[in-house]
Every structure is written in structure tokens, then in C-alpha cells.
């Protein structure tokens, strides 16, 4: 199965940008769909957005406008770049396949917006 390692993340103010990095262990990006995924303590985890086979991004509602994906296909390499972020952000980063591969969970990027 593929593996993913999620780097970029850290402590901002609310209004700050981040950019997370996710690096796959292989070329699957043009075969799979992938996505970036959070969690927030006490809550499930959610795909925030993702970028298909083909090149077409989509995003959560909450961070539409704010977040945007992209992917580096020769590095295997998938980036979200977080502007104008908020408290609500505050969560766990995840990249995986989407749908998820429940064996392809990496450890994942700590965001935490706060002032």
C-alpha cells in the first residue's frame, strides 16, 4: 500500500496562511484520486479537499475560497496551501487516497490556529 508523510504544519494567528506538504512512497497520482483530511479533537474525520486523476480539485464548503490543492506528479508530491485561516481550522492533516485506504494513514501535520 501506498504511504504518505505530512509535513508543513504548525502553530499561525487566525488571518495567517500555512502550506502542508504530503510526500506518497509511490506514483499514484495519476491513477487515484488523493485528498487532504483533518481531524479536530472530539470530531470525525473529514476530507477538507482533493485533487482527481484528471486534475479536477473540489473542496469542503468551511474552507472553499481559502484553501487551494495541488500536486507535483515527478515528486509525488501533494501540497494545500491554508490562507486566511481560522480557530476551526485547528486540527490533525492527513493526505490519503479518496476514497481513504485505511492502511495508508500516515501520522499527519498538527495545525493549530490560535491567538
Known amino acids: 500500500q501506498v504511504q504518505f508523510v505530512e509535513s508543513g504544519g504548525g502553530l499561525v494567528q487566525p488571518g495567517e496562511s500555512l502550506s502542508l506538504a504530503c510526500v506518497a512512497s509511490?506514483?499514484?497520482?495519476?491513477?487515484?484520486?488523493t485528498g487532504w483530511y483533518r481531524q479536530a479533537p472530539g470530531k470525525q474525520r473529514e476530507l477538507v479537499s482533493f485533487?482527481?486523476?484528471?486534475?479536477?480539485?473540489g473542496y469542503a464548503d468551511s474552507v472553499k475560497g481559502r484553501f487551494t490543492i495541488s500536486e507535483d506528479n515527478a515528486n509525488n508530491a501533494l501540497y494545500l496551501q491554508m490562507n486566511s485561516l481560522k480557530p476551526e481550522d485547528t486540527a490533525v492533516y492527513y493526505c490519503?487516497?479518496?476514497?481513504?485506504?485505511?492502511?495508508?494513514w500516515g501520522r499527519g501535520t498538527q495545525v493549530t490556529v490560535s491567538s
Open positions: 485533487i482527481t486523476e484528471f486534475g479536477g480539485a
Open positions: 490519503n487516497t479518496v476514497p481513504a485506504s485505511s492502511g495508508s
Open positions: 509511490g506514483s499514484i497520482f495519476s491513477l487515484y484520486g
